[in-house]
């Protein structure tokens, strides 16, 4: 009886309390939590190094990293001697063999990694001795040879090679050199003449020079006793001989003095790379840095920002627009939006972000963005202080960057005192509309009759013309005369001829191609085989595994998706129809109904420009005659993208030239395809069809 009268008081309770609340409004935010951050321990060698401990012994773990806090390097017409330095450093030292120092390391389950600016480890706790000795045997007394520095050359150079084509890598670097001057550390560019400059000894020099105690700090996690630490790194430590890096001046980078629009022609370009940006002076120990980083959110921050909601959910552009800020003690930084977008809207896609970037600066934002904004911040810096490791990038933070001593413990009571007025303040302060830089890496022959068309608040917004290195130059001529007497028989003709002759691809009556590409690091397999009998086949496999596969056996065929079959439509197989042909060209030629419709650059050739059918077109080489390049229109999501297949590398199999190397792009997604093998009128079967 007395538990059901406890149960009956409880009940009214509830019901009064409930009654009291208006759920009408918002609840009032409660006040910031107070943070305790555990200080962590620290001592000095006498040659500068300071060291930061931070026990924690929930696990048996340790986590050391070395950083050295130097200003930004100017590295010249040697540009690449840092990348080349911290490949060559952990190659064992002078006292253990690469192979020696690699084995040791994976047998304790370890980690250890360096750069020419920092050194980091991780490991269990019992091999903790070890593995700090090593890591500064490795970072005190590396043994740069000749051999090592020669393969890095090789490599480095054979990626800049292949991001030639690459129309990221070339927005990148063109947004950099643009935004610091090429002859600032962030805007300097790397290139094979420069690597190649480097010698063994200037490794050797920027080592020495850079790679100093003076402004080196090394903190330590994880399951480990201050005392015992502090012995072993006082004597794995201490041989690093004292030294302070050379100090020199690079030209500081400066706004634009107008809003303009900085075009660079990439022929290749399926999309457009477009940024807005501009020259902030943001350090982290200004007053209004949480302001600009909140501002920044809004803006451009996530999938709940205006640029995102703008550009992907409300427009269809893109599949994601962003922002970014940055800040640095020791130069002028950069903000930048930005999007990569469908040639067809690449001029209002740069009239979009402007207004965004316009409205933030001119109107207050909403006390909904406001809350969002702060609760992601937050809820990131509560979650963030879950890692051991947080406390010693926190303290090391505010060592380096003269940060209050109650900056972080401070941190959400800052961010929710936060106003609207106060990110309009800093959004004026550090966003520009009226001197932005606006770089668009792109098709000319596509957007670029639209981009000078661009109009933003009454006035038209010019048009400037760089080259993929950022030097200035001419505006693209897309208007090249077809030479007198060219036709689209004498092409397609002239193709035939150079691939092997009429004859010899009309005794083809079958033949199969294996080609390999890298996905996020794993194995992309492609298997195709054709016949003169409307036959294909084309396999395409992860890690080994079946992912797609398309089947046509003359009037009938088959699709294979992740598990699922499905027959083709009757449009399905006329298309692959078209595609099942060894040599479509003779088709092209027998049919008679192909079109020329231009000139135009592939690479750095020029190209005849073929109508196949209006969703495709082929490219050929005005000199080889070879073909380039393939465009489809394909349907994807509700929007329509270009399909780009690039042929290259071209070698006679057979007596017949078939590419060796294809690149395709369909958005964002670009896959080089590798050929492996190749077999003309073999490797075919029947069954390869059912």
Not at 49 to 59: A, G, I, P, S, Y
Not at 271 to 291: A, G
Not at 410 to 433: C, G, N, P
């Amino acid at each position: 009886m007395k538990k059901y009268i406890v149960f009956s008081v409880l009940s009214l309770f509830m019901m009064v309390s409930h009654a009291q609340i208006d759920r009408s409004k918002q609840p009032k935010p409660g006040p910031a939590p107070e943070i305790n951050l555990q200080e962590p321990q620290r001592f000095e060698l006498n040659n500068g190094l300071k060291v930061m401990v931070v026990e924690n012994h929930k696990l048996p773990r340790v986590s050391m990293t070395l950083t050295i806090d130097n200003p930004p390097i100017l590295q010249g017409d040697k540009a690449g001697v840092s990348d080349l330095t911290s490949t060559l450093l952990g190659k064992g030292s002078k006292s253990i063999s690469k192979d020696d120092f690699n084995e040791e390391v994976d047998f304790l389950g370890a980690n250890i990694s360096f750069t020419d600016q920092s050194a980091s480890a991780s490991c269990l706790s019992k091999y903790f001795p070890r593995i700090l000795e090593l890591m500064a045997d490795a970072a005190l007394n590396p043994n740069f040879t000749q051999e090592e520095l020669d393969k890095e050359k090789d490599r480095i150079i054979t990626g800049i090679k292949s991001q030639e084509k690459d129309v990221s890598a070339i927005a990148d670097r063109v947004q950099l050199a643009l935004a610091y001057g090429k002859n600032h550390p962030f805007g300097e560019i790397t290139t094979e003449e420069t690597v190649n400059n480097v010698t063994l000894v200037d490794v050797q020099k920027h080592y020495r020079d850079y790679f100093v105690p003076a402004n080196a700090y090394l903190v330590i996690i994880g399951d480990v006793d201050f005392e015992t630490t502090k012995e072993l790194v006082t004597t794995s430590f201490t041989p690093w001989s004292k030294a302070v890096p050379p100090s020199f001046n690079y030209s500081k980078p400066t706004d634009a003095q107008y809003t303009q629009i900085n075009f660079v022609d990439v022929p290749n370009a399926v999309q457009s790379e477009v940024v807005v940006q501009n020259i902030t002076n943001l350090k982290m120990k200004d007053e209004d840095y949480l302001d600009a980083l909140l501002a920044n959110r809004i803006l451009g921050g996530g999938s709940q920002a205006r640029l995102f909601k703008n550009l992907r959910e409300d427009k269809g552009y893109t599949y994601g627009s962003y922002s970014g800020i940055r800040a640095n003690k020791y130069s002028p930084m950069r903000f930048s939006a930005s999007a990569q977008v469908r040639n067809m809207v690449t001029d209002s896609s740069v009239v979009e972000i402007l207004k965004e970037i316009d409205n933030i600066i001119s109107q207050p934002v909403t006390e909904e963005e406001l809350t969002n904004a702060k609760a992601k911040y937050a809820g990131n810096f509560v979650m963030a202080l879950e890692n051991p490791s947080t406390i010693a990038n926190y303290a090391l933070s505010i060592e380096t960057e003269g940060l209050s001593k109650d900056f972080y413990k401070t941190y959400l009571e800052r961010i929710e005192a936060v106003t609207a007025e106060d990110v309009q303040k800093a959004a004026k302060k550090y966003f520009s509309t009226s001197n932005a830089r606006v770089v668009v890496t792109g098709k000319g022959s596509e957007v670029l009759e639209n981009l000078e068309k661009v109009d933003f608040n009454g006035k038209k917004v010019p048009v400037l013309f760089y080259d993929k290195y950022a030097g200035k130059t001419d505006k693209p001529d897309y208007d090249a005369a077809i030479p007198e007497g060219v036709t689209a028989e004498a092409i397609l003709k002239k193709y035939i001829a150079a691939i092997g002759g009429q004859d010899k691809l009309e005794g083809v009556e079958s033949y199969a191609m294996t080609a390999e590409a890298e996905m996020q690091g794993m194995k992309l397999e492609l298997e195709l085989k054709k016949t003169s009998k409307d036959q294909f086949m084309q396999d395409i496999k992860v890690m080994g595994n079946s992912m797609q596969k398309q089947v046509l056996d003359g009037d009938n065929g088959y699709m294979v998706s992740q598990g699922q079959r499905k027959d083709l439509s009757e449009e399905e197989i006329e298309r692959i129809k078209e595609e099942s042909a060894a040599f479509p060209e003779l088709n092209y030629l027998a049919a008679g109904n192909i079109s020329l419709e231009g000139v135009e650059t592939v690479g750095d050739k020029k190209a005849y420009k073929l109508k196949i059918t209006d969703k495709k077109s082929a490219l050929y080489d005005m000199e080889t005659g070879l073909k380039l390049q393939e465009v489809s229109v394909e349907e994807m999501q509700g929007q329509q993208m270009n399909n780009t297949v690039t042929l290259d590398d071209y070698q006679e199999v057979s007596g017949i030239k078939f590419p060796f190397k294809l690149t395709q792009t369909m958005g964002p997604q670009s896959f080089e395809f590798v050929v492996k093998e190749i077999k003309v009128n073999e490797g075919v079967s029947a069954s390869d069809f059912e």
